[in-house]
């Protein structure tokens, strides 16, 4: 693969926890441009443009584009994944309310950017939550394209960006670390 950089997207509804799974993963401080959200959205604060964070695995530098959640700032789900490898697809496993919208973020971005994606099925560390298996039999997935995951944990998220990046190469990668 050499040295070139891979560029990868974390997308899906507002609290799934995009942000926090690229926190967990970036070399660098992440780069955020979250606001005061101006809606009762659950939560104080929401990405309104991008997030951004960079780590390396195999000396191969991995870019990580994360992107709003809110309907509003759905511009730039294109402009972020132009030009993107695969795309990780972030669900709340205890609020299967958004499922739905989640579904039409996957719909809207791989109709129109064909790229590898897994969907990440967050909160698994919490009582109650939706199976990956659950999630895949909604989304009509294969159940090795969904996997479950602590959004703040480095471990559990290398782990959904390791699966990500097997479907995106077709080499194991569990040896990179």
Known sequence: MGERPLKLVVSGPVGA???TFIQ?????????????????????????????????????PIYLFGTPGQERFDFMWDVLVEGALGLVLLVAGDNPRDYPRARHILEYLTSRHPVPFVVGVTRQDLPRVWTPEDVADYFALPKEQ??????????????????????VTGEQWQGAF
């Not at 969904?146 to 479907?167: H, K, M």
Request: no cysteine.
């Open 24 to 60: 967990s993963l970036s070399e660098i401080p992440v780069v955020e441009t979250d606001e005061l959200a101006t809606e009762a959205i659950g939560k104080e604060r929401t990405t309104v443009a991008l997030d951004f964070g960079l780590l390396h695995l195999d000396g191969v």
């Open 146 to 167: 969904v996997v479950g995951l602590n959004a703040t944990s480095p471990t559990s998220a290398t782990l959904a960006l390791i699966r990500i990046l097997e479907l």
């Open 17 to 19: 926890g995009k942000t």
